[in-house]
């Protein structure tokens, strides 16, 4: 059983930064890719960048490119989402998910609250 929990939420002022951590357990991540998405009061979930467990090649959102940064911790099996530069339309619930490779975003942890105040 797949399991994805994610920490590091919180409150921080505009410009500032933050790095969210995904801890992964229950299979071998080698054959996943793993996807951070987040969520605004209001819309719909959006994407935010995605990582090759094996190569670690990373592709992002248009509205994070430059700012954020996704890496990995093959040997603690978690998945980092480093912030920098944050903007209040960053603000939202975000969501950490894994996926086979050509498969879709099928198991999802519970989520962490970022706010960015101006």
């Known amino acids: 059983q797949v399991q994805l929990v994610e920490s590091g939420g919180g409150l921080v002022q505009a410009g500032g930064s933050l790095r969210l951590s995904c801890a992964a357990s229950?299979?071998?991540?080698?054959?996943?890719?793993m996807g951070w998405f987040r969520q605004a009061p209001g819309k719909e979930r959006e994407f935010v960048g995605t990582?090759?467990?094996?190569?670690?090649?990373?592709s992002y959102a248009d509205s994070v490119k430059g700012r954020f940064t996704i890496s990995r911790d093959s040997a603690k099996n978690t998945v980092y989402l480093l912030m920098n530069s944050l903007k209040p339309e960053d603000t939202g619930v975000y969501y950490c998910a894994a996926r086979q490779y050509g498969g879709g975003y099928n198991h999802w942890g519970q989520g962490t609250q970022v706010t960015v105040s101006s």
């Open positions: 229950g299979r071998t991540f080698s054959s996943y890719a």
């Open positions: 990582i090759m467990w094996s190569g670690g090649r990373t």
